[in-house]
T-cell receptor, first 110, second 116 residues
């Protein structure tokens, strides 16, 4: 079966660091994506991991452990505009479609 | 460079009517994916198309839903005899090629369907 789990909601303070976890069980794995989605808007790409380890991109970093079926997205120096849903998605299957988790709604407070 | 375009952005239909959603992929992209996002839920894969071919429709409901991507023109997702449960945001994404590795799917702004 296909299963991707993320926390439903998180709250953090402006300027702080927050880690959003994602665990997955999928048939086939060709990489894991993180997307950001503001309310009423399209998902926008944040990061991609296919090998184990940490990928850093400015204030955002993403980590992958394939053996554990686990990833996290790390957001540093939080800003109010980071308040959004963060979607974990695994690319897999014969046609490489994206399988999404339900998303984590992050609220950044002053 | 225009991104993925979808229209209409908002669509209101009464139960029993047909809804037709259009998606124009990014220039140079020949692979289109449709996803549905129900309120308070994640995106769910519906169908994957290449020009004139349906490659994977495993996420598409068996009845009332159909999709096409003709040689010329946009991809169309058609929902016949809509019901209230079809109310959702429908996103289209395009990719230059869907193979292994980093092939990002670029998302359009979505069509928000409301069934009265």
């Amino acid at each position: 079966g296909q299963n991707i789990d993320q926390p439903t909601e998180m709250t953090a303070t402006e300027g702080a660091i927050v880690q959003i976890n994602c665990t997955y069980q999928t048939s086939g794995f060709n990489g894991l994506f993180w997307y950001q989605q503001h309310a009423g808007e399209a998902p926008t790409f944040l990061s991609y991991n296919v090998l184990d380890g940490l990928e850093e991109k400015g204030r955002f970093s993403s980590f992958l452990s394939r053996s554990k079926g686990y990833s996290y997205l790390l957001l540093k120096e939080l800003q109010m505009k980071d308040s959004a849903s963060y979607l974990c998605a695994v690319k897999g299957g014969a046609t490489n479609k994206l399988i999404f988790g339900t998303g984590t709604l992050l609220a950044v407070q002053p | 460079n225009a991104g993925v375009m979808q229209n209409p952005r908002h669509l209101v239909r009464r139960r029993g009517q047909e809804a037709r959603l259009r998606c124009s992929p990014m220039k140079g992209h020949s692979h289109v994916y449709w996803y549905r996002q129900l309120p308070e839920e994640g995106l769910k894969f519906m169908v994957y198309l290449q020009k004139e071919n349906i490659i994977d429709e495993s996420g598409m409901p068996k009845e009332r839903f159909s999709a096409e991507f003709p040689k010329e023109g946009p991809s169309i997702l058609r929902i016949q005899q809509v019901v209230r449960g079809d109310s959702a945001a429908y996103f289209c994404a395009s990719s230059p090629r869907p193979g292994q590795g980093y092939n990002e799917q670029f998302f359009g702004p979505g069509t928000r369907l409301t069934v009265l």
